[in-house]
């Protein structure tokens, strides 16, 4: 086991047909931490993703995981894509499916071993998903699906887990079960979390560190040293305020600027 | 239907390449359809039908045999819609609209310029409806080996397909190369249709690929059984509309039989809506099954 951070993300930039879409972006993901990488939507989160799973190209900068430059298939990686809706028409059931993130990019058949069965259930009761472990996947609500992309994730024993906006589309009980969930499971596992999210006060108690990213440019540090007024005004380029209430965060621009790139705030609710 | 096994049924030459060539060609096209169904590509695969029209009636104006005019166009139309196609599935779509529009045209002009030639419309029932008493026995070779070279390529890249079927991103993730496999899945769909072409005829091959394939779908819960049902009830509906075909010359007093494509297609037809009612579905939907609104609810983010 290497001491080098799980990931770092050195200067990268990338730019789509002349457009900067990251701009010398840096931060570093320390063994079995939790990281938000918070901002709106079209931000640039999901291509910073890709650029770590190798699918898309620098324009400079590099990207290491466990201090080895990025390769095709990273087996260290675990990921859950942004959007994955599991069809009504895909005949496997959840356990099927996991067990699918053992070997599914190699060729031919072969007989899944004792010890990758036992993986899987081990895994699948991880996640708490044995109870719908054996229905067929596309029956499983947003939530269930949900753990068990989760699960797929993390049956290859990554050291690095990437999740694309996982709490978009839940409902706040769901979100409130996957964020605790990932959290023990990123402690049990000893696996580090980079979790992209447009939203970040579900993230707060369990955020080790923060990587907020807007305009192509990103801050990064624990959430108190990031989420101050004075960092995300120079962020953003025009002045922010920064309120801490009951435990929650709220940013806000000033009146006359431009709001519509902060990420949105949640209904205030009384907990 | 008491002429149903008469003395020679089984020892008929025709009758005998008809099984033969049914059955191998519902295999592969039920296999192949499993996977077209998940990976949505349905209408793909009835625009391949459409291009294999333009080969089968082309190859009957060249004087080739129509498999071959099936098997070529198809797999040239292919990889056609792969390399027009970008990733995207809306511009696979356009893509597959494209090429089917030309190569439908095409089709109009070979089967006019077909029934010129032989003075004859059978050539258009041949090739858009089948006519699998017809064949000739040595077709048998050819498609045995293509029947197996594409089950073959299925095979090795199973595990990638299959991943690729669920989510490209997720595929793509692991260094699975997305457009190869899916350009590989496009050849075996072109030899799919070929396939059942030559046994349903080409515009109804679609029935052949998508109905079984459906039917087990929603009959089990694993991809394994899936398969094994698709290709069961391909091989059953065919031999069955075989034989119905065949008992049908008996069924009324002019002596005309009906053609065996409108059994095949009827019986995948019957299958499918009966696997549709509520006692059978009840038997395979998951113990926890949840109301199908949350693919609603997530897709509207």
């Known amino acids: 086991m290497s001491d080098a951070p799980v990931l770092e993300v050195d200067h990268v930039s990338v730019s789509f047909g002349g457009r900067t879409i990251l701009d010398e972006v840096s931060f570093d993901v320390q063994r079995g931490e939790f990281t938000g990488l918070i901002g709106s939507n079209g931000v640039g989160k999901t291509t910073l993703l890709r650029a770590i799973l190798g699918l898309q190209r620098l324009a400079s900068g590099e990207i290491r995981v466990e201090g080895e430059a990025l390769s095709r298939h990273n087996h260290r990686l675990g990921y859950v894509p942004q959007k994955v809706v599991l069809d009504v028409d895909i005949p496997m059931r959840a356990r099927d499916f996991v067990a699918l993130g053992l070997d599914a990019q190699r060729f031919g058949f072969s007989r899944r071993t004792t010890a990758q069965r036992d993986r899987v259930d081990e895994i699948l009761r991880d996640v708490d998903a044995e109870r719908f472990a054996d229905s067929r996947v596309g029956s499983l609500s947003g939530g269930e699906q949900q753990r068990v992309l989760i699960a797929h994730a993390l049956v290859g024993e990554p050291s690095l887990l990437l999740l694309d906006e996982p709490l978009a589309n839940l409902d706040p009980k769901s979100v409130q079960e996957i964020v605790s969930l990932l959290h023990r499971v990123a402690n049990d596992h000893d696996v580090a979390v980079l979790l992209s999210a447009h939203e970040m006060n579900a993230l707060l108690p369990v955020m080790d560190r923060i990587v907020y990213v807007t305009n192509g440019r990103a801050a990064s540090g624990t959430t108190d040293e990031v989420v101050q007024s004075d960092v995300l005004s120079a962020l953003y380029g025009h002045h922010v305020d920064v309120l801490k209430l009951h435990g929650r965060v709220l940013v806000i621009a000033e009146p006359g600027q431009d709001d519509a790139e902060i990420p949105q705030h949640p209904t205030l609710t009384v907990n | ?301």
């Not at chain 2, 070279?149 to 690729?164: C, D, E, Q």
């Not at chain 2, 065949?246 to 002596?255: E, H, I, P, V």
């Open chain 2, 1 to 301: 239907m008491h002429y149903l096994f008469e003395p020679g049924f089984f020892s008929s030459s025709p009758v005998r390449v008809a099984f033969a060539i049914g059955a191998v060609s519902a295999i592969v096209s039920a296999i192949v359809g499993v996977f077209t169904v998940m990976r949505g590509q349905s209408f793909a695969g009835h625009a391949l039908s459409d291009v294999a029209t333009t080969g089968g009636s082309g190859a009957f104006f060249f004087n080739l045999s129509p498999l071959v005019g099936f098997l070529g166009a198809g797999v040239l139309g292919a990889g056609a819609m792969e390399a027009v196609g970008v990733q995207r599935l809306r511009g696979r779509d356009v893509a597959t609209g494209i090429v089917l529009g030309f190569a439908t045209g095409l089709a109009a002009l070979f089967l006019y310029l077909d029934t010129t030639k032989s003075a004859t419309t059978g050539v258009s029932q041949q090739i858009l409806f089948g006519s699998i008493f017809t064949l000739d026995p040595s077709t048998i070779p050819l498609v045995v080996v293509m029947s197996v070279i594409t089950l073959g390529v299925l095979a090795v890249i199973f595990r990638p397909l299959l991943l690729s079927s669920i989510s490209p991103d997720l595929a793509a993730a692991r260094g699975i190369s997305v457009r190869v496999i899916g350009l590989l899945f496009m050849l075996a769909l072109a030899v799919a249709v070929g396939l059942s072409s030559i046994a349903v005829g080409s515009l109804l091959s679609t029935a052949l690929l998508i109905g079984p394939a459906a039917t087990a779908l929603r009959l089990t819960r694993n991809l394994r059984s899936a398969l094994i049902v698709a290709g069961a009830l391909g091989v059953a509906a065919t031999w069955v509309g075989i034989i119905l075909a065949y008992d049908s010359f008996y069924w009324f007093t002019s002596s005309q039989g009906l053609p065996v494509s409108f059994f095949i297609v009827a019986l995948i037809f019957l299958g499918y809506l009966l696997s549709g009612l509520p006692a059978v579905r009840r038997r395979t939907s998951s113990p926890t099954a949840a109301a199908p609104t949350h693919s609603l609810e997530r897709v509207a983010g």
